[in-house]
């Protein structure tokens, strides 16, 4: 499916995301906010790519809109699309945030009326890589794309957001925007506040320690290097049930401090088997 698309948002989802629609002969518009970052995309993509710092001269005749900014960034975004009239009829409108109840309600109520439509996206395709120069065209290929439709959702829209990420390569599954929100605060979200808790606990009191980390170390904080303010927007912004599993995750480790303490290696063996069982079976290497 070749449309003209265009990606608000240089960052490495956006960067990377024009980069790979160009490649792949896609007529695609990249804008953002400050030349720089702009400029280093036109100097690296493919002839197909253009970039664009007028928000209204970039999105006119758009086919596809994908928001790839900051999540507290896109309901703005959106408001000032509409306030514009930027937005060609039936355009379809996505985005790559990793929270989605609040900018899929707050879209849906926004566009209603407009001859606009809404499908919420979320490419899970980051790495704790952040900015235009980590951007890569392959960064979406064979990588997991969850599409969160609601029941107001135009099935023409819904059908035309599938395509796109298919086009990319990406597998997809659709899920409800309450039921992905609930699963990434298990699988992402929780995952990335215990990393930076783990490094916390292992570094304050003496950060020379580090020089003696093998590779357990650094894997298991390895997403803990992700752009913190960024991070502090996500956790909170999915704050629900992100808390619901940090608690979850504090029931765990006190049973694991309690194991500990008894000072019997059957309980303490029985916690880590069962964690073992868990993990090799439901989670599948990657090449």
Known sequence: MLCRTVVLGPGLLGGSLGLA????????????R?????????????RALRTEIDLTKASQDAELIVLATPIGVMPDL???????????????????????GPIVEHATALLKGTGAHFVGSHPMAG????????ARKDLYT??????????????GALAKVRDFWGTLGMRLHETSPAEHDQIVARISHMP??????????????????????AGGLRDTTRVAS????????ILLENRQ??????RDSQDRLQDLIGRMESGQIEPLQRFLLEAKALRDTHIVPRC
């Open 241 to 246: 049930a992100v808390l619901v599993a940090l």
């Open 21 to 32: 629609l160009a490649e792949q002969g896609h007529e695609t518009v990249v804008w953002g």
């Open 127 to 134: 790495s704790e890589a952040s900015g235009i120069e980590a």
């Open 142 to 155: 064979d990588a997991l794309c969850l599409i969160t439709p609601v029941p107001e959702t135009d099935a």
């Open 34 to 46: 400050r030349p720089a970052p702009l400029d280093y995309l036109s100097n690296i993509a493919p």
């Open 226 to 233: 992700g752009d913190p303010a960024m991070w502090a927007e």
């Open 78 to 100: 959106l408001e000032c699309l509409v306030a514009t009239k930027a937005l060609a009829p039936e355009v379809v409108i996505t985005d790559v945030g990793s929270v989605k």
């Open 192 to 213: 990335h506040a215990l990393a930076s808790l783990v490094v916390a606990a292992a570094l304050e009191k003496e950060p020379s320690w580090a020089a003696f980390a």
